[in-house]
């Protein structure tokens, strides 16, 4: 009976068990046939990379590439900090001195009490256009005064000289002055004006410039600043905005400049940037806090008015539809069940402003 079970569980694969105690060293031998998966079979020698034409990276020696990209892409990757604050630290340390050394009694910064609470008209979600505009100025005029001694890489599209802007002549000595933070703010503010652009275009064009600068190797300066401020506020306007400012537009704008050369400009830009132009959300916040960190450390803040009692309601009523809002999904992410061991729970208090 048992030999009938075996026979059935491995058909023509071993010899029949040992039936006396004589056998007891039996061992069972493998039988192979032609359609036997263990078959010997002649193992042929191992191909190098080189000779498989495949150079494939292994996985151990790959470099943990998000790392890499977190430092040196501030605008891919929002824990990477932002290229313009880092070139900015130079001259702040230089100013806070000198407010140190020549301090005569300045206006001293206003604090919220419980009487009295000061905010701005400035925040993440609905930033203040003009406060904006000065602000990412500020940020591009450090990126041109502390620029690297080695320049870079030179990109003809971008170069004043090679693609003006006007039909007036361009300076021989173009390239040698930087331009004050009063030009540049002139410069944008003008074509955010005359194309009714939005203050969250400003802090994206933002991400654009530190964007082409990580990824093409090249430095903004005199010579090029214009056309890649213009770049970028064209891509930045095209992906922020629903209805877009079309590239005719800006030449009525500029007046001497062609819609082929913007065409182009456009085209250049995408292709530096390798089409990535991707701003999430963390970056975006990350740009924004940033400036404001800039703003104060050169006197740049929004000036602080008193809330006022038609502004609390206002908050209070968005306040009020946002939790209503979420108040199903907070319903859904409460437990059904908790432990007597831990009684302390969640409760959502409405804030109260006075």
């Not at 501030?74 to 407010?99: G, M, N, Y």
């Not at 082409?212 to 214009?226: C, M, Q």
């Not at 940037?273 to 975006?284: A, G």
Request: glycine share 2%; net charge neutral.
């Amino acid at each position: 009976m048992c030999w009938s079970r075996q026979r059935r569980f491995h058909p023509r694969c071993y010899d029949p068990p040992p039936r006396f105690s004589s056998d007891l060293n039996y061992r069972p031998k493998l039988r192979r046939n032609a359609h036997s998966r263990l078959e010997s079979y002649n193992t042929e020698p191992e191909l190098s990379r080189e000779d498989t034409g495949c150079n494939l990276q292994h996985i151990s020696d790959r470099e943990n590439v998000d790392e890499l990209n977190m430092e040196y892409n501030p605008s891919d990757h929002p824990r990477a900090s932002t290229i313009f604050l880092s070139k900015s630290q130079t001259d702040v340390r230089e100013k806070r001195k000198s407010l140190f050394m020549n301090y005569h009694g300045s206006t001293r910064r206003k604090h919220s009490s419980c009487s009295t609470i000061f905010l701005d008209d400035n925040t993440v979600s609905q930033p203040n256009l003009k406060f904006t505009i000065k602000c990412v100025s500020l940020a591009i005029y450090y990126h041109i005064k502390n620029r690297d001694t080695d320049g870079g890489m030179r990109q003809d599209i971008f170069d004043e000289k090679l693609h003006p802007l006007s039909k007036s002549e361009v300076p021989s000595d173009y390239d040698k002055h930087d331009p004050e933070q009063k030009q540049i703010y002139r410069f944008v503010r003008t074509l955010f004006s005359a194309a009714q652009l939005t203050a969250e275009c400003a802090i994206v064009t933002l991400v654009y410039v530190e964007r082409l600068l990580t990824y093409a190797e090249i430095d903004i300066g005199p010579e090029n600043w214009k056309r890649i401020v213009l770049g970028a506020i064209l891509l930045a306007s095209k992906v922020w905005d629903d209805q877009a400012v079309w590239n005719v537009d800006y030449c009525q704008i500029l007046k001497d400049i062609t819609v082929e050369d913007m065409n182009e400009l456009e085209r250049q830009f995408l292709e530096l940037l390798q089409f990535n132009i991707n701003v999430p959300s963390s970056v975006y916040a990350k740009y924004y806090f940033d400036l404001r960190s800039l703003s104060e450390t050169n006197n740049l803040s929004f000036p602080l008015e008193p809330l006022s009692r038609d502004k609390a309601q206002r908050l209070e009523a968005i306040s009020r539809l946002c939790d209503d809002k979420y108040k199903d999904v907070r319903r859904a992410a409460k437990k059904r069940s908790a432990s007597t061991d831990n009684l302390v729970g969640m409760r959502w208090v409405p804030a109260i402003l006075s």
